[in-house]
């Protein structure tokens, strides 16, 4: 076990330099420049300008603009932001929305999904599954900026069931709007795989056997079709919640939310590569997480692959 986890996380160095020094590279070839466009119509003293260039490497060529952005990373110096706000200070801020918004998000999918996704697999053809096929193509077929603003229209301002933007009322009722929007656009694929990961799993010849060895239905379902239909399942949900963090830069815009994607967001937009590669990091690092937990769960749920 510890060999399989140091195994991936050596592979994972070289993967996460090549996606930073990418993301770095796409912030750094975008046009103007980031003081100027701070400074909006004010005018910037010369000197001033200078000083600021000089304290952001912003002179420096590429390469070295990326190797500082990475020295400060592993030796936890992240400085300030063009603006002036210290980047550790922004992070204790905004983890918490990020983790809030992503937990809640998350309940809302996977209660719903697995639900229904589990009845219609074992009552296939009925009118629960039929009309989880239309809701979920329904869902897929909706872009998610039409359900973010559609949501915002008539839950926020039209009936006033929840907040418009921002976290002024506190968790939950704040993140609920936009949890639910997000939980409710994931949902569809999560119980269309689901129901057909029971349906493959209930025929399988192994259920067969273990019924026509006289188990009963309730340790069938438990030891033999559950487990082995959740195998998809697992992997399904380890890559959908590493890359929430991909989808708060839209959702935490939007509904106005201090997170890391919001952060994220407004660091493109004034390149500032440095915040953009320690985001990038942090996203990479919770992705290989996530994805190790996986493949231990992996291993519990099917003892067949814990050696391979």
Known sequence: MIRFVARRFLTAIPIGLIVTLGVFALVFAMPGDPLRELAGDKPIPAAVLAAKRAQFHLDDPFIVQYLLSMKDILTGNFGTTFAGADIRDQLALRIPVTLKLTLLANAFQWTLGLFFGIYAGFKRNGLIDKSLLL??????????????????????????????????????????????????????????????????????????????????????????????????????????????????????????????????????????????????????????????????????????????
């Open 135 to 308: 809701a979920t193509l329904v869902l897929l077929a909706v872009p998610g900026l039409v359900a973010y603003f559609a949501a915002q229209y008539v839950f926020g301002v039209e009936l006033k069931w929840f907040p418009v933007s921002g976290v002024l009322e506190g968790f939950p009722r704040s993140y609920l709007l936009p949890a639910m929007v997000i939980g409710v656009l994931g949902f569809a694929g999560l119980a269309r795989l689901m129901r057909t990961s029971i349906v493959e799993t209930v025929t399988a010849d192994f259920v067969k056997t273990a019924r026509a060895k006289g188990l009963g239905e309730q340790r069938v379902l438990w030891r033999h079709i559950l487990p082995n239909a959740l195998l998809p399942i697992v992997t399904f949900i380890g890559i959908d919640l590493a890359g929430m963090f991909g989808g708060a830069i839209i959702t935490e815009s939007i509904f106005n939310l201090p997170g890391l994607g919001q952060f994220m967001f407004q660091a493109i937009k004034l390149k500032e590569g440095g915040v953009v590669v320690l985001l990038s990091t942090l996203a990479f690092i919770s992705f290989i997480l996530i994805n190790l937990l996986v493949d231990l769960l992996y291993g519990v749920l099917d003892p067949r692959v814990r050696n391979v």
